[in-house]
């Protein structure tokens, strides 16, 4: 109850803040350079010089203190040791390239890097032409949506009782070992099963992006001009054709910066994994191992500040090349 009433207050508190804060600093504004008088020109010029700055300040300054310093903080973390007490240099990245775990962080992000943006916007993509036919389109776009509203963490709960395992002789309340045991198999620990775990793992979050990329795809197939459709069904082109060599080819930037856009959501994948497995039995990831080494057992913030600093370094280029390509499809 208490979390309950302090999310309403941070929301009222955010709101009207927002609220008095343009209406007060306006009504400032204006009194430093009223728009009236014989200066009106010249006070309403460099009041339009000043206003932008004073909408953009608070914006500025929070992401100054929550995402600039952090990553400045972070940096000089990770040139110490543990409890930051000792200037250590590069020997924190020097233990990385040797860890185990690092390595295999690595490798499984690297992996779900190649699986999960692929698939979820192919899917996405399938099912933003599919829904755009039929009756039921909207309902079906729905339905799609719905698992983008479920937080992280709660979609890997619910992939967990769906992965459930129970003994033979009892009752299998995880639906996959259900469908397994009814067929005639016997059930089995899906998330220990290397390494098949990580795609086990990797499902939950498809299952999640693919809404989002069937709503941006959807947009943009619909933006796609009828006349070079009309033309090439005219021609005789198969509606295959037609969806991979006209569409397709016309909307690949926004499905560039689709992908893009879940690679970065996967390079940061935490939750699911933490939830499920907790990066045991060969599912670790970069995120889960900067947050074992943390905030689990003797904390050492220089090792944990230095994994941080690699998994920014590996986001920043993919996340600058994307919003390069999002202006590009605005203008």
């Given at each position: ?7 309403i ?8 803040g927002c ?6 600093s ?9 728009p009236?008088?014989e ?19 608070p ?17 000089w ?20 390239l040797g ?5 295999e ?7 779900w ?8 916007t192919?899917?996405g ?11 039921w ?24 009782f ?7 002789d ?29 795609f086990?793992?990797m499902?939950?979050l ?25 033309a ?6 198969s509606?295959?054709?037609?969806f ?16 893009t856009?879940i690679?970065?959501v996967?390079?940061k ?20 191992l ?7 057992g ?6 944990g ?17 994307n ?9």
């Open positions: 109850m208490e979390l309950f009433w302090l999310a207050s941070t929301i009222v508190i955010g709101v009207f609220v008095a804060w343009f209406w007060g306006n009504m400032v504004l204006d009194a430093i350079y009223p009236r008088g200066n009106a020109g010249d006070n309403i010029r460099r009041a339009n010089q000043v206003r932008p700055w004073l909408f953009l300040g914006a500025l300054l929070f992401l100054g203190l929550y995402l600039v310093y952090p990553v400045i903080d972070s940096l973390r990770s040139l110490h040791n543990a409890d930051g007490s000792r200037f250590v240099g590069g020997s924190n990245y020097s233990w990385l860890d185990g775990k690092f390595r962080s690595m490798r499984n992000n690297m992996l890097l190649l699986v999960v943006p692929a698939l979820s192919f899917f993509l399938i099912a933003a032409q599919l829904t755009d036919r039929i009756k389109g909207n309902i079906g776009k729905s339905l799609i949506f719905m698992p983008m509203a479920i937080s992280f963490v709660g979609a890997g709960v619910i992939w967990k769906i992965y459930e395992y129970r003994a033979p009892e009752t299998q309340i995880g639906l996959l070992n259900w469908i397994v045991t009814k067929l005639g198999g016997d059930p089995q620990i899906w998330l220990t099963l290397l390494p098949w775990n990580n086990f793992l499902i939950v498809v299952w999640i992006q693919t809404g989002f990329a069937m709503v941006i795809l959807s947009a943009a197939l619909r933006g796609i001009p009828e006349e070079t459709i009309e090439a069904i005219l021609d005789g082109a509606p295959m054709q037609v991979m060599k006209i569409k397709v080819p016309q909307i690949m930037g926004t499905i560039a910066v689709v992908w856009t690679t970065i996967v390079l994948v935490f939750d699911i994994v933490f939830v499920m497995t907790n990066g045991q039995w060969g599912t670790q990831v970069l995120a889960n900067m947050y074992d080494w943390m905030f689990r003797s904390p050492d913030y220089g090792r500040s230095a994994i941080a600093i690699v998994l920014m370094i590996l986001v920043t280029p993919i996340m600058v090349w919003i390069r390509n999002a202006r590009k499809e605005v203008r």
